[in-house]
């Protein structure tokens, strides 16, 4: 930290931020805004010494120039390069970059270690729910089972909207753009690609092994049915895109994220619009939930501007013990499967004689509709999704099925 | 720290445990099992060098001895004077003494700063949940515009059985009291004490200002009729006793205890049996919710080792920009009013009148039974709770009023 006085008398500490987006403009107001504060809590009195923006300013200037960076750009490139030029400095760096740690934190992460700079991304998860806190540091000791994630914000608008308001896909798509809760090419959430990025965090964090974007399995909510939901409500469930991180008790990881059907007594089940919440369950502390707003610019910006008091604060960064777990190879699931099919005697057993050859059992099943409109709707007990796929598989060959089979998750109690 | 190598070869850190009750004899059990986790993280082999129990151990002794000290005692003395001497000796002191901060907390809390000492109480409110580490770190520089929690898992058993069960609130003590979720003498947690100690902590973490236990006004559970939480459900309201503190337009602080109906879509009305929860507004990070089991020796130590890690970190402890703030006089509520009369007409304009006296608006009422079984029941806007209480006496003196009026708050959009 420079050693000239700020302002107020304080020494000054200066904070360079790369993006000035929704979140960085916000922070730059944040930071003057709380300034008095900031500076009462660490001594320091910080100041915005040079902001990137996409048509302004030197990055690397910027990084050298300054005490701390703040990176809220997004994307891989120029981000990584620079917070590597911070790191290797031993600058600290807070970021809210999930894209970027998702993918290159195998090496950051090491980086910052080795010279011994922070690097803080409570932002890059959740919005302003601080559960990159939470795991990283009040339960950095206490063993984790499973961690289970609604960390999409965009996507939990749309399917509250599908389920409150009774819209279609589409409808509560444009609803969500309208309000500003989803972007003109909405892809990365809808495919649940950007949470994926989120919960390979969140699993790295829970149990110190290394995650990339690419070990989690995702599927996203564009393909889901109204009707689905309809039919779920006569189960009394809910419809989620939700992330989970667990470790098998074979000791591998599963990181995964796919729509789920949840009871409406699972903390995760009323957690409505653009609101994430994250549970964590530990034989330590039994759940614990934590919820709130999962984007806009102010909340993100308030958990950067956390994140930076932080490392102001000057504490030892946790040194995570990396361990390297095997990824699960197949993981067990209940599932709700909806077949349309010909109105034709037999057509219930058949299906079940199939899902029986996979061991897989039927909880409930009902049959719908009449003449073209028939279909077969079921929930299944858990079964190795493999099991499960192969059974679709073949009950998609059978004749009297019409169009594709739908799968959906759900939630068990003694499950993911 | 000492210099003597531990087992593993770390730093041995001596840690002295005060107290071994259920917390104190789970926490020893973590800090072995969790021993080789704790020192690849802070680099720090932990030991307990000391634990003082009802009938052993020298309490002064097992202070100079340590590095560090853990009181889990509980109570006023002989906790207050150890945890002096600890500080006082610059030791950090990790506690969970509800009672001890929010009685001498504005002695304790200079103390630690003026000799360097961390003090440092997660697990003093709401067990597992950590509510203190969000709002004393990760929210520090956010302004807080009001915190309502659900602190005390005793009551919030006994009301869950009682709303799901339909027990009296006799049946669901004793019931609490079997399962090991209420003491023998239940007075302290039904009676909102425990909630009150809690929520003076969480008010001074929010605001910054110095709030006793004494400032905080209570009521407990007791006088809770089961009737109460039927009429309650036909307004779709569930019974929670609920902790509120807040910063009032004035720049004055309120905090308090109380029975509180709160629609079925607030985030703490569906928490239920021994949990606790706590939701955190701002209007910079809109509303962000805690959850997670209150009490239990496994949760709490959790808490305290979370701690314990966190002043292993060496992190200098957050400067806290104390103020005085007023108390407030008063602050407005709606209610939930409930009075047996006498089966004739002209009862419901004679209480409307006088509740118009004092400015006092009905929401909604319902005339329930007839004959000895009359009752009127209503549901008040918010009015000032002075007001409230004057208009409650006068109703009581009218001469078809029959036993003492109920009233209970109730949760208002634009209010606590």
Same mark, same amino acid.
């Given at each position: 930290?420079?050693?000239?006085?700020?302002?107020?008398?304080?020494?000054?500490?200066?904070?360079?931020?790369?993006?000035?987006?929704?979140?960085?403009?916000?922070?730059?107001?944040?930071?003057?805004?709380?300034?008095?504060?900031?500076?009462?809590?660490?001594?320091?009195?910080?100041?915005?010494?040079?902001?990137?923006?996409?048509?302004?300013?030197?990055? #690397?200037?910027? $990084?050298?120039? =300054?005490?701390? +960076? %703040?990176? /809220?750009? *997004?994307?891989?490139?120029? @981000?990584?390069?620079?917070?590597?030029?911070?790191?290797?400095?031993?600058?600290?760096?807070?970021?809210?970059?999930?894209?970027?740690?998702?993918?290159?934190?195998?090496?950051?992460?090491?980086?910052?270690?080795?010279?011994?700079?922070?690097?803080?991304? #409570?932002?890059? $998860?959740?919005? =302003?729910?601080? +559960? %990159?806190? /939470?795991? *990283?540091?009040?339960?950095? @000791?206490?063993?984790?089972e499973r961690?289970h994630?609604?960390?999409?914000?965009?996507?939990?608008?749309?399917?509250?909207?599908?389920?409150?308001?009774?819209?279609?896909?589409?409808?509560?798509?444009?609803?969500?753009?309208?309000?500003?809760?989803?972007?003109?090419?909405?892809?990365?959430?809808?495919?649940?690609?950007?949470?994926?990025?989120?919960?390979?965090?969140? @699993?790295?964090?829970?149990?110190?092994?290394?995650?990339?974007?690419?070990?989690?399995d995702?599927t996203?909510?564009?393909?889901?049915?109204?009707?689905?939901?309809?039919?779920a409500?006569?189960f009394?469930l809910?419809?989620?895109?939700v992330?989970t991180?667990e470790k098998l008790a074979d000791?591998s990881?599963s990181?995964r994220?796919h729509p789920m059907f949840l009871p409406?007594?699972h903390?995760?089940?009323?957690?409505?619009?653009?609101?994430?919440?994250?549970?964590?369950e530990?034989?330590?502390?039994?759940?614990?939930?934590?919820?709130?707003?999962?984007?806009?610019?102010?909340?993100?910006?308030?958990?950067?501007?956390?994140?930076?008091?932080?490392?102001?604060?000057?504490?030892?960064?946790?040194?995570?013990?990396?361990?390297?777990?095997?990824?699960a190879a197949d993981v067990d699931s209940a599932f709700y499967l909806?077949?349309?099919?010909?109105?034709?005697?037999?057509?219930?057993?058949?299906?079940a004689?199939v899902l029986g050859l996979q061991k897989i059992s039927i909880r409930s099943v009902?049959?719908?509709?009449?003449?073209?409109?028939?279909?077969?709707?079921m929930i299944t007990h858990r079964a190795p999704e493999s099991a499960m796929a192969a059974a679709i598989?073949?009950?998609?060959?059978?004749?009297?099925?019409?169009?594709?089979?739908?799968a959906i998750r759900v939630f068990d109690e003694e499950n993911a």
């Amino acid at each position: 930290m420079s050693d000239n006085p700020g302002a107020e008398g304080g020494k000054t500490v200066k904070i360079g931020v790369l993006g000035r987006g929704t979140v960085g403009s916000a922070l730059i107001g944040l930071l003057e805004e709380r300034a008095a504060v900031i500076e009462a809590e660490t001594g320091l009195h910080p100041v915005v010494s040079g902001v990137l923006t996409r048509s302004q300013g030197d990055g #690397e200037q910027i $990084v050298d120039e =300054a005490d701390v +960076i %703040v990176e /809220v750009m *997004g994307g891989l490139e120029p @981000a990584e390069a620079l917070v590597r030029r911070a790191l290797m400095a031993g600058k600290p760096v807070v970021t809210a970059n999930k894209q970027l740690l998702s993918r290159k934190g195998d090496q950051l992460f090491p980086l910052a270690s080795e010279h011994g700079a922070a690097l803080r991304y #409570e932002a890059a $998860v959740g919005g =302003a729910v601080p +559960i %990159v806190r /939470v795991l *990283g540091d009040t339960l950095s @000791a206490t063993p984790v089972e499973r961690v289970h994630g609604i960390v999409n914000g965009t996507t939990n608008y749309i399917l509250t909207a599908m389920a409150k308001r009774g819209e279609s896909y589409a409808e509560a798509l444009k609803d969500a753009q309208d309000a500003g809760f989803a972007e003109a090419d909405p892809t990365e959430d809808v495919s649940g690609s950007d949470a994926a990025a989120k919960m390979a965090l969140l @699993a790295m964090l829970a149990f110190g092994t290394w995650v990339s974007i690419d070990d989690v399995d995702h599927t996203g909510i564009d393909k889901l049915d109204l009707q689905d939901i309809a039919y779920a409500r006569e189960f009394d469930l809910a419809l989620k895109l939700v992330g989970t991180a667990e470790k098998l008790a074979d000791g591998s990881v599963s990181v995964r994220v796919h729509p789920m059907f949840l009871p409406m007594t699972h903390p995760l089940a009323s957690v409505d619009g653009s609101y994430n919440a994250v549970t964590i369950e530990s034989p330590h502390v039994e759940e614990i939930t934590l919820q709130g707003p999962g984007a806009g610019g102010l909340p993100t910006a308030s958990a950067v501007l956390g994140d930076l008091i932080s490392v102001l604060h000057g504490a030892d960064e946790p040194k995570h013990a990396w361990v390297t777990l095997p990824k699960a190879a197949d993981v067990d699931s209940a599932f709700y499967l909806h077949f349309e099919v010909d109105d034709e005697p037999g057509v219930l057993s058949q299906v079940a004689q199939v899902l029986g050859l996979q061991k897989i059992s039927i909880r409930s099943v009902a049959q719908k509709g009449s003449g073209d409109g028939a279909r077969l709707v079921m929930i299944t007990h858990r079964a190795p999704e493999s099991a499960m796929a192969a059974a679709i598989g073949m009950i998609s060959g059978l004749g009297f099925v019409r169009g594709e089979p739908r799968a959906i998750r759900v939630f068990d109690e003694e499950n993911a």
